[in-house]
């Protein structure tokens, strides 16, 4: 698998980064345990988590493979703070106080003494962008992490953090996919601009640019589930669908699988570092590592933009 270069820094990632979202909620010790072993054995490195997923317990499950599956030296590894979910709710909170005792919580659930990229986790208005930019910088100096970034900010935002820290920041993680691409607008010119890396996360849309979702949300999957739901419905409307009809045409045309034609896609674009992907399954994630990720033929990938543009 590829290895690219994070914005302008020295830093790489291989082209798909493995997501854990789902550990240790729908995805248990031994899945993870193989999902991570087909990523390593397909030649991914880098491993994204956060201290929000499952309430730490995705941190602490991934901390309990390194070292028998996988080296710690031989992964590179991302995680964030600033978000909690208390009884399902979203609250946002990046003061240095937060930001300073989440990271050092994620380091003793991951059982290391750095994370390679560190992210706040959202935008926070109650607090001074400055204060949060402190957190991030005092982690680097440290070297608790290598690198840091911001997480789900707008262009603006991005391109605020970056012109009012003192320290570099190296990437920008934001939801980007065909059937979401308002990054295009203002993001993706504000991380060029910058010299950020976009680390793009549900580069398949949530699930729907796989085609599974066509005509019918099957048992099993994400979209089934009640807290799934939610996530899958926004995707499941008119226009993107007609977006997923469009990319399962062209992969059948292609001989290529939907997947493989939304992830070379998103790879090619402007500013695009890697593609996490959050299979929640092994089969899941071999189907998706199955991908050529080589670039479409430009009346394709023109015909797909054209189908899936933002009206």
Known sequence: MQQRYVGNSGLRVSALSLGT???AGETDEQD????????????GRHVDTAASYSEGRA????????GDVVARTEVTISTKAGMTTPD???????????????LEASLARLGTDY???????AWDGNVPLEETLSALEFAVRTGRARYVGVSNFTGWQAAKAAAVAGFPLVAVQAEYSFVQRKPEAELIPAVEDAGLGLMAWAPLGRGVLTGKYRGSIPSGSRGATASGAAYVEPYLAEKPSRTVEAVCMAAKGLGRSPQDV????????HGVSTAIVGAR???QLKEILEAQLAPLPPEIALALEDVSAAR
């Open 32 to 43: 993870a345990t193989e999902l991570l072993r087909t990523f390593l054995n397909a030649g």
């Open 115 to 121: 994370v390679d990229i560190w992210f706040a986790q």
């Open 88 to 102: 399902g709710r979203r609250a946002v909170d990046t003061s240095r106080n937060a930001m300073l005792t989440g």
């Open 262 to 269: 939304a992830l070379s896609w998103l790879l090619s674009q």
């Open 281 to 283: 399954t092994p089969v």
């Open 21 to 23: 979202m789902d550990w």
């Open 59 to 66: 941190e602490a499950m991934l901390g309990s493979l390194l």
